[in-house]
């Protein structure tokens, strides 16, 4: 018996928005799913940069010589709460891997010493997170809301996050690579 669609969404997923969600934070957003399961789920925005401006205490820029940081706007839900993600195994108990090589969590000397190395790990500082209540996610997705595809690595840190939601359309193929060039802006089109 074949599964149903919304099983394919795990751990380590990446939730592509459809041209129907068409405003706000999720509008051609990419989701890492960081958790899933039957109580519900959460995940984090990877592809909204924010620019803003930290407390020194927290991150002092000036002391930042690891080029491969990012912020990002995880989702609208405690914008206040900030997230690592990054590829770094020097922590384990401090943290859970999501997908193949990439990790979730850590603690501030952990991010201090990540941000003083330039040979650090890539790593993004999420504010906020995405979640959904139980079968929540599960209608959205049969809702056409969402398309679905592996995470990994090389998508998460190497793609500019403002090219991350095409580049996933476009090695998805078919259809997905037509929707991929769809303007932004139909008024463009």
Known sequence: MEKPPYAQITKGTLLIATPDINQGLFFRGVIL??????????????????????????INLEQVTNKKVGLRAGGPIQT??????????AVPDQTMEVCDGVYLGGDLDFLQKCL????????????????????????????????????????????APENLWKEVLRSMGGKYAALSMIPEDLTMN
């Open 33 to 58: 799913v960081c958790e899933h399961a039957n109580n519900g789920s959460f995940g984090l925005v990877i592809n909204k940069v924010l620019d803003l401006e930290l407390p020194e205490e927290i």
């Open 80 to 89: 206040n709460q900030m997230m690592l993600l990054h590829t770094s195994k």
């Open 116 to 159: 003083t190395d330039e040979k650090g790990p890539p790593i993004h500082l999420c504010f906020g997170y995405t979640g959904w209540g139980a079968g929540q996610l599960e209608r959205e997705f049969l809702d056409g809301r969402w398309y679905l595809h592996p995470a990994t690595e090389q998508l998460l840190f190497d793609v």
